[in-house]
């Protein structure tokens, strides 16, 4: 299995919602990552988990809420959203060094109304 | 601290098109340099990578040589396809202390090819 699944791939929720988006790999990665990727704009590291445990924390509001429950499940909890957090949400694993790439998902479209 | 800087887009070519993107970098030590293929609606893809100065990555008929003499690593196609109209992302990652192969990308290049 070389492929990393995210679910749902479209999500539409309202301001006071609280939803959650899956992220799954059995690579073995070690390290994980959500980003946060706008329109014809690269994707922005949001947090990267090491070994199962939180390791950066790039300044994401708390209405982000990661998760990772074992070494090939990753979650991202939703509360209380704004408009402007409509986005594609990317996950991806990796070994955790400098020379191998990233494996991504396909992302999760997330519609804030 | 880190950085990608990418040419400018959008590139718009024929097909059968020979392709070049840019791609210069900024970085401390040692990085890896990577780039990335989006088709639309989908995620990030891992075209090709070089670990160490002099590497040539090559996939799908792409190509790119790290540089370091001239912190570069332009991406090149002799042959572009309809197929191949994506966003295009170089990247780097350097490991030092808990960046944990922390990718940093360039701005992308929106390349689209007409038949």
């Known amino acids: 299995d070389t492929e990393v699944t995210q679910t749902p791939k479209h999500l539409v929720m309202g301001m006071t919602n609280k939803k959650s988006l899956k992220c799954e790999q059995h690579m073995g990665h070690r390290a994980m990552y959500w980003y946060k990727q706008k329109a014809k704009k690269p994707p922005e590291l949001m947090f990267v988990y090491s070994y199962e445990k939180l390791s950066i924390n790039e300044s994401v509001p708390s209405r982000f809420s990661p998760e990772c429950p074992n070494s090939s499940l990753l979650n991202l909890h939703l509360h209380a959203l704004q408009p402007e957090d409509s986005a594609l949400y990317l996950c991806?694993?990796?070994?955790?060094?400098?020379?191998?790439?990233?494996?991504f998902g396909s992302g999760t479209r997330l519609t804030v109304v | 601290g880190n950085s990608v800087t990418q040419m400018e887009g959008p590139v718009t070519l024929s097909e059968e098109a020979f392709l070049t993107i840019n791609c210069t970098y900024t970085a401390t030590g040692y990085p890896s340099l990577f780039w990335y293929v989006q088709y639309p609606g989908e995620g990030l893809q891992l075209l090709l990578k070089?670990?160490?100065?002099?590497d040539k990555g090559s996939n799908k008929g792409f190509e790119a040589t790290y540089r370091k003499e001239t912190t570069s690593f332009h991406l090149e196609k002799g042959s572009v396809q309809v197929s191949d109209s994506a966003v295009y992302f170089c990247a780097l990652s350097y490991a030092g202390g808990t960046s944990y192969g922390k990718l940093t990308f360039g701005q992308g290049t929106i390349l689209t090819v007409h038949p």
């Open positions: 070089a670990t160490k100065a002099d």
């Open positions: 991806a694993s990796s070994l955790g060094s400098r020379d191998e790439g990233y494996t």
